[in-house]
């Protein structure tokens, strides 16, 4: 699929709701491995860090480069008194096409 102003994103994504933190990173790893480059997190599902272990040592061991790589997340619409606890600071998230 093509996205306006964007490179091609994969079809098919690996949803990563419900993966327990303490599976996540190799859950993500073998993922790779197995031809997955499109993965579908948020904030929410508590385990983004994880996420980002498996992601990194897949690149790291050269299994896939970042540019291969088509990450979904989304960031809730919470109230300042309620924030995202699972260590995604929203202050802090690039946009997704990578502009400033």
């Known amino acids: 699929m093509t996205v306006t102003g964007m490179d091609q994103m994969p079809t098919v994504g690996f949803g990563l709701w419900k993966i327990p933190p303490d599976q996540a990173a190799d859950v993500v790893y073998q993922a790779i491995k197995a031809g997955y480059r499109h993965f579908d997190s948020a904030c929410d599902y508590g385990n983004e860090k994880e996420v980002g272990r ?41 946009p997704s096409t990578g502009l400033p």
């Open 54 to 94: 498996g992601l990194k040592r897949a690149i790291d061991e050269g299994l896939v480069t970042r540019d291969a790589l088509w990450i979904t997340s989304k960031l809730w619409n919470l109230p300042p008194s309620r924030p995202c606890t699972h260590g995604t600071d929203p202050h802090i998230v690039r």
